[in-house]
């Protein structure tokens, strides 16, 4: 059971939370109010961080705080507080850094004590920086109020001592119309806020599926906040799906053994995590560790967490050599406790940061040197790599004549606590880097992505002839459904070929010797899994558009083996043994076609090249 479970849970993750089409919440009884989603009985909770609640009656409530802490702000409420709150404090300055799909302003909140700034360029690039995102996922709006809140007591409250030695940049709404499309119904595994809002954005993109191919107009504003704040720390901050267990918050990085970034990776697992896990203690709230379960329904199967690839926040993070937390407050807590969580890590994250930046800072720069080689791809390992402890939730499992198959039920009391088997990965797909890719003119969707990730490219004045090393696939597979707005392709087989080519005016060389080196390899092998070719943007290369009629290559079959013996002799080897061609007869003239000067050249020849160096 675990093999089957493992060799499928990677593609079910990768597509999870991609909805069907936009009116798929209204295909069911919209008209039936009563139906509420039965969820597991909830644990009581009181901590110390319910002190940080404002009081009714208090000006600078937020609407989460005037809800009870059981609703989250709408776009327009948030709008709202945080203009009136930037009004009353010189610390705080609301900008807009993008728009919507639907024209809606994508705001961030500056909070700094640097005068003078009215957007993120302005900021002192000597003073490290925290950014922070909620609502990527809409719902999972714990963090839009928790940031509320913290910066109106950092405005308001006493607290503008967290600004001393760092900035804070918070995106309080990421997917801005997905909140807004609101409803009781969007959430049916999570207790809280009252409304939710939806997944995906009004294109139907999962914006943490989009870091790569950047389709979405908010990822791109968000990938030009990053570029321009190179932040010290990059907060992504969400709701768990999946089991129940007894953590409120889960927060985690990519593994260590996966990380291409191994200093900064060092110190989240250890001074980050440490710094993080006393804090929220202090405060009455439980922190676990980042996981999956191998086995939703079967829990004791084990955890699982693969080298996830950097469509995803703290991947694509990782990747460019920024410290990157991937945040999961769970699901089945009370709001009130998820958003108190996700307050105090963020009031940590700044001060962690301000404390350790001189020793941070240094990692970062270490891993940003340019690399030899890298690993593409990850493929998952049948053994466990370790044993971890975990605090599950008391569960029993019955048999269903709904879905025909066992069931899990839980009970709402926290089971002891238990080593589980951790799976993870091995590498796959390693290589050695080139000294740069270069991309034609031909391909302008191309090369403005490499420009919105904020790549180093040398762009062509004039037309330049290279030798280089390219790459021609062959039996390309095509994904029967889209993930997202997107048609995967994956190249089958493949081979090398040194080929002279000319690349014109406008086109791009990209040299790997850069801080950015393997996010750009990352996007042009065409062996990664979220490489650009993969994501579907070199599909007319998969068309053959050339052909040849019969009574012509018939002929000239017989004059190109008469000319070459070693040709007869293949064609003969190959009728011998492939009975299957040798009953073909359009696959026989083919054959030769393929191995004639009349053959498209350019037919499954993957357009980026490769320089490498001699």
């Known amino acids: 059971m675990r093999s089957r479970v493992l060799g499928s849970l990677i593609p079910a993750f990768l597509l999870a939370g991609v909805a069907g089409p936009a009116m798929a919440q209204e295909a069911g009884n919209a008209e039936d109010s009563q139906l509420a989603a ?136 990421f997917n801005v119309d997905g909140h807004e499309r609101a409803s ?163 009031q940590q994250s700044l001060r962690s940061i301000a404390e350790h930046w001189d020793t941070l800072k240094p990692a970062i720069e270490e891993d940003r040197k340019p690399k030899d080689e890298m690993v593409l791809t990850w493929e998952d390992k049948a053994e466990p790599v370790r044993m971890v402890p975990f605090r599950q939730m008391e569960a029993v499992h019955y048999d269903s004549d709904i879905s025909g198959t066992e069931e899990i039920r839980y009970l709402g009391k926290v089971a002891p606590e238990t080593p589980y088997p951790l799976f993870g990965s091995n590498p796959g797909v390693t290589i050695d880097l080139p000294e740069a890719y270069w991309v034609s003119v031909a391909y302008p969707e191309v090369i403005k992505r490499l420009r919105e990730q904020g790549v180093e490219m040398e762009v062509l004045e004039e037309p330049r002839t290279v030798d280089l090393d390219m790459i021609r696939i062959s039996d390309p597979e095509v994904s029967d459904m889209p993930l997202g707005n997107r048609i995967r392709v994956s190249a089958g087989g493949y081979h090398h070929e040194t080929l002279s080519r000319t690349f014109m005016p406008g086109s791009v060389r990209v040299p790997t010797d850069q801080p950015l080196g393997q996010l750009a390899a990352m996007m042009l092998e065409l062996q990664a899994d979220d490489s650009l070719f993969q994501w579907g943007f070199f599909m007319s290369i998969l068309t053959r558009t050339s052909y040849i009629e019969g009574y012509v290559v018939e002929p000239m079959a017989r004059e190109m083996m008469e000319r070459d013996p070693a040709l007869k002799a293949e064609f003969e080897a190959k009728l011998a043994e492939d009975a299957e061609f040798a009953a073909d007869p359009d696959a026989r003239l083919n054959w030769f076609y393929e191995r004639s000067p009349y053959y498209d050249s350019e037919y499954l020849l993957y357009p980026v090249g490769r320089e490498i160096s001699e």
């Open 38 to 173: 039965p969820l597991p009985p909830a644990v009581a909770w009181s901590g110390a961080s319910e002190a940080l609640i404002a009081k009714p009656g208090d000006p600078w409530i937020t609407p989460a705080e005037q809800s009870g802490m059981v609703a989250t702000a709408t776009y327009d409420e948030m709008k709202a507080y945080l203009t009136r709150l930037a009004d009353a404090s010189p610390l705080i300055n609301l900008v807009t850094i993008g728009k919507t799909a639907l024209g809606r302003d994508l705001v961030a909140v500056i909070a700094t004590r640097q005068t003078g700034v009215t957007g993120p360029a302005d900021l002192d690039d000597t003073v490290p920086t925290v950014l922070a995102q909620a609502g990527i996922h809409p719902g999972e709006s714990d963090g839009t109020d928790a940031g509320m809140m913290l910066l109106r007591d950092i405005a308001l409250r006493g607290k503008a001592d967290l600004l001393d030695d760092v900035n804070f940049v918070f995106v309080p709404i």
């Open 184 to 346: 009781r119904f969007s959430r049916p595994n999570q207790r809280g806020p009252v409304e939710q809002g939806w997944r995906t954005t009004a294109q139907n993109i999962n914006l943490n599926r989009d870091y790569i191919k950047a389709d979405a107009p908010a990822m791109q504003a968000m990938l030009r906040l990053i570029d321009t704040l190179d932040p010290a720390l990059y907060l992504d901050l969400h709701v768990s799906d999946g089991v129940d267990f007894a953590y409120d918050i889960t927060f985690g990085f990519q593994e260590q053994d996966y990380s291409y970034s191994p200093q900064l990776n060092a110190w989240l697992h250890g001074t980050f995590r440490k710094e993080m896990d006393d804090a929220l203690t202090s405060q009455g709230h439980i922190p676990g560790p980042l996981v999956l379960a191998v086995d939703d329904r079967h829990p004791e199967e084990g955890l699982y967490l693969p080298g996830f690839p950097p469509r995803f926040s703290h991947s694509y993070g990782d990747l460019r050599h920024i410290p990157a937390v991937l945040v999961e407050d769970h699901a089945l807590k009370p709001y009130r406790q998820r958003v108190l969580g996700d307050y105090v890590l963020l």
